[in-house]
């Protein structure tokens, strides 16, 4: 029994930035690795980032070297710093959660709008 509540979406010109956060709440012990996902109007669910609970990280090619996944451990929080924001990156963002045992905990997802 997870909760994810995503928050830091918005506006934003390309080139600019947005730091997005994910807090997780409930079970968070089940919590064995955290990513964002993004899906854009029309597109599939992709894989933006993720960091596991030794505090690796892997980031999709789109957005190397441009976002930085991060975490709080005494708030059970994970960030998304995205950076030179482009217009492709404009979809929804999703947090997610995978556990040691059962489905993963998925956000409610957050908005992010890049304007030319």
């Known amino acids: 029994q997870v909760q994810l509540v995503e928050s830091g979406g918005g506006l934003v010109q390309a080139g600019g930035s947005l730091r997005l956060s994910c807090t997780a709440s409930?079970?968070?012990?089940?919590?064995?690795?955290m990513a964002w996902y993004r899906q854009a109007p029309g597109k599939q669910r992709e894989l933006v980032a993720s960091?596991?609970?030794?505090?690796?990280?892997n980031y999709s090619d789109s957005v190397k070297g441009r976002f930085t996944i991060s975490r709080d451990n005494p708030e059970n929080t994970v960030y998304l710093q995205m950076k030179s924001l482009k217009p492709d990156d404009t979809a929804i963002y999703y947090c997610?959660?995978?556990?040691?045992?059962?489905?993963?905990?998925w956000g409610q997802g957050t908005q992010v709008t890049v304007s030319s």
């Open positions: 960091m596991s609970s030794v505090g690796s990280t």
């Open positions: 997610n959660a995978d556990l040691w045992a059962g489905l993963p905990a």
């Open positions: 409930g079970n968070i012990f089940s919590i064995n690795a």
